[in-house]
Structure formats: structure tokens, C-alpha cells
């Protein structure tokens, strides 16, 4: 067997004594393991922990995982944003459930195949499910290994992660992977921080290139700045004399696919709808009749990583609501905290306390 590289020897001195102690931690639970790092893709541990801990406590299990409505599995999701990852995991659970008689896959190919699994959730569950060789490559491992090497291309360039993840392969040679994986992510989390860096007292102070070369406040560097878009959305909150609202159930492949909201009207601006305007499109899509409408007094910010969001919200009283169409729903407004509803929306209901109204 290869002996640890030099890199790993001090990597794994500097890891002792480090405990953070997160409920994922030790554990060799390959659906645990795989639930905590959906959960925590692009997500802070603080926020993210306390979703973890719901996940596992309500579907023990990855077939109970697969057995559940996906409007459970989303409502559970709620708050947490990237829902995608939500229904991947419940696509991949049902693979596991159907493909794998319910048995977490042992190989990392076929790990590599779940939905909603890359390279980097592959190694880590690989790695420390299973013990196998194969080195996790995620932003806090790219961030310490183009510094220690003094990359200066862009990490967000196919080809420099392929040379990244060419030297991590080569540098969990010979060590425990799950030991080796866990202690250069938190080597990345902890010590070589983004924005400050304790490079005055690190493991790496004499072999890191870009220390050596003052060079750790540019690297690593990205080509691509996030273009991000600007959105206005204007809700429509139709509800009638006997309590009845409509919902919209969010199918297009857009935001928050498989959430519910209310049925809205985009504009390229944040000027308000006019009355003739709401009419017309109440008339038109639901065939009811406008009593009346509150306007909104604000707009709700909202920032995805890829677009603003500015949502407003008028309250709208029509006659009786009945005959309803997929994909809108028509529900007594007592449901309405059953169902899975965006951020944007959540924070105008708490501000309003309809939904406690409503209940
Ligand atoms: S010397 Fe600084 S930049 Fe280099 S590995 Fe250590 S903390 Fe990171």
C-alpha cells in the first residue's frame, strides 16, 4: 500500500483535536451521509443542521424516504431554498427503493448515478460510507488546493478542475479516506478561510505556493461573474366571502418547481397592476368577478443567486370560487400552511399573520 503523501501527514496533525461536532460526524450511515450533504450543498451549517435532523426523524429510512408524497417531502424542504435538491432526493431515493431493493448503493458508479449526486457527493459518500479511495473536490477543497499550489486559472474553468482534482486524487494516496476527506474540508471551512486565511499559523506556511509568493488574496480566481436578473412579481391573493382561496401549484420548469404559490402576473417593472388590468386577467383565467382589492404597500425583496426577485401583493375579493383548474387549486384558506410555499411568500404571510388567521 502507498504511504500517506507529505501534504497528508500534516493535513491529518493538524485535523487532530479538531472536533466539530456536527450530528452527521462519524457516522457511516450511507443514506444519512448522503441526506446531510444534499442538505448542505450551498447551505450554512447553522441553517442547515436543524433540516437534517427533521429529515431523518420523519423518514428513518430511504424507503421511507421514497414512499412519501412528494408535497410532504417539499413542505418538509420549506425555507431551506435549491429546491431542486429536493426533488432529486426523492427521485433518487425511489431509485435506490426500485433499482437497489432499498439498499444504499456500495459502488461509486452507481452512487455517481443517483439523481442529484456529481463527483464530489459520490466521493463523500464513497469515502466516508464505505472507505474508498476517492478524494472529494468541493469550493473548500478547490480553495486550499489552488492556493497550496498557486493556481492562478480560473477554478470555474473545466480544465483547471480537472488538474485540481488529478493532485487530490494523488494526495489521499496511502491515508484513511474518510479521515483524510474530512480533514481537508475542514481545514478549507476553519483555517484556510476565504477572506482571512490563517496563514501565519498553518500547517502549510513553508510549502504553500501562494503564501511563499503573497499571492492567497487573489486565489482563487473565477472568469465568470453571476449575471443576475431582475423579476417583479405580482401576486393575486383571490379569495371569496366563504373562505375559499386559490393556489397555484408552481409545474414549469422555472424557480421553485413543485412549490405552491398564488396565481402572478410578471412585469419588466415594479409599477402597480391597474384595476382594469386584475379585472380582465381575473376574468380571462378564472372566469369570477372582481369585488374588490386591497393594493399592496410594499414590495417583498427576495435574492436568488441567479435573480432578484421583487414580489407585491393584492389582496383580491371575487365572487364565489368554484370550478378551478390544474394547475391551480382551490383550497379553504385554513390549508394554507400545509402546503410548501416559497420564502418570498412565507415572509408576507408572517407579515400579514394570515396563515394564522387563516388556521
Ligand atoms: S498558508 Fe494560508 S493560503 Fe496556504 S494553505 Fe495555509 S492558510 Fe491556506
Redesign the pocket.
Known amino acids: 500500500m502507498a504511504k500517506p503523501t507529505q501534504f497528508a501527514i500534516r493535513l491529518l496533525r493538524w485535523h487532530e483535536g479538531i472536533d466539530r461536532d456536527l450530528p452527521w460526524k462519524k457516522n457511516r450511515n450511507p443514506y444519512q451521509i448522503w441526506l446531510s450533504e444534499i442538505i448542505m450543498q450551498q447551505t450554512r451549517v447553522a441553517q442547515g443542521t436543524p433540516y437534517y435532523l427533521k429529515f431523518v426523524s420523519e423518514y428513518p429510512t430511504i424507503t421511507d424516504l421514497a414512499d412519501a408524497p412528494e408535497d410532504d417531502i417539499m413542505k418538509l424542504w420549506q425555507g431551506l431554498g435549491y429546491y431542486s435538491r429536493a426533488r432529486n432526493l426523492h427521485h433518487a431515493a425511489k431509485t435506490v427503493r426500485d433499482e437497489f431493493d432499498g439498499d444504499f448503493p456500495t459502488a461509486y458508479k452507481d452512487i455517481l448515478s443517483l439523481k442529484g449526486v456529481g463527483k464530489y457527493t459520490a466521493a463523500a459518500i464513497a469515502s466516508f460510507a464505505y472507505g474508498l479511495e476517492y478524494a472529494v473536490v468541493d469550493g473548500n477543497v478547490i480553495r486550499?488546493l489552488s492556493?497550496?499550489y498557486g493556481i492562478t486559472d480560473a477554478v470555474d474553468q473545466s480544465s483547471t478542475l480537472r488538474f485540481i482534482q488529478e493532485k487530490a486524487d494523488l494526495l489521499i494516496k496511502g491515508s484513511d479516506p474518510s479521515d483524510y476527506n474530512q480533514a481537508i474540508m475542514d481545514f478549507g471551512a476553519l483555517?484556510?478561510t476565504p477572506k482571512s486565511?490563517?496563514?501565519a499559523i498553518?500547517a502549510?506556511?513553508d510549502t504553500?505556493t501562494?503564501?511563499q509568493k503573497e499571492l492567497?488574496s487573489i486565489i482563487p480566481t473565477k472568469a465568470k461573474k453571476i449575471k443576475k436578473r431582475t423579476r417583479y412579481l405580482h401576486y393575486l391573493i383571490l379569495e371569496d366571502s366563504a373562505g375559499r382561496v386559490i393556489i397555484h401549484h408552481r409545474r414549469e420548469k422555472d424557480i421553485w418547481q413543485s412549490l405552491y404559490d398564488y396565481h402572478c402576473i410578471e412585469s419588466l417593472t415594479d409599477t402597480q397592476l391597474g384595476e382594469e388590468e386584475i379585472r380582465k386577467d381575473v376574468l380571462d383565467n378564472f372566469g369570477l368577478e372582481v369585488e374588490s382589492i386591497i393594493y399592496p404597500t410594499k414590495a417583498y425583496k427576495h435574492i436568488l443567486t441567479h435573480q432578484t426577485l421583487y414580489g407585491q401583493f393584492y389582496q383580491i375579493k371575487v365572487d364565489q370560487i368554484s370550478n378551478i383548474n390544474s394547475p391551480y387549486l382551490n383550497i379553504d384558506q385554513g390549508a394554507i400552511p400545509k402546503y410548501a410555499m416559497p420564502v418570498l411568500i412565507t415572509n408576507y404571510l408572517d407579515d400579514t399573520k394570515k396563515d394564522k388567521l387563516f388556521s
Open positions: 486550499v492556493r497550496y483555517q484556510c486565511p490563517n496563514c498553518c502549510f506556511e504553500c501562494a503564501y492567497v
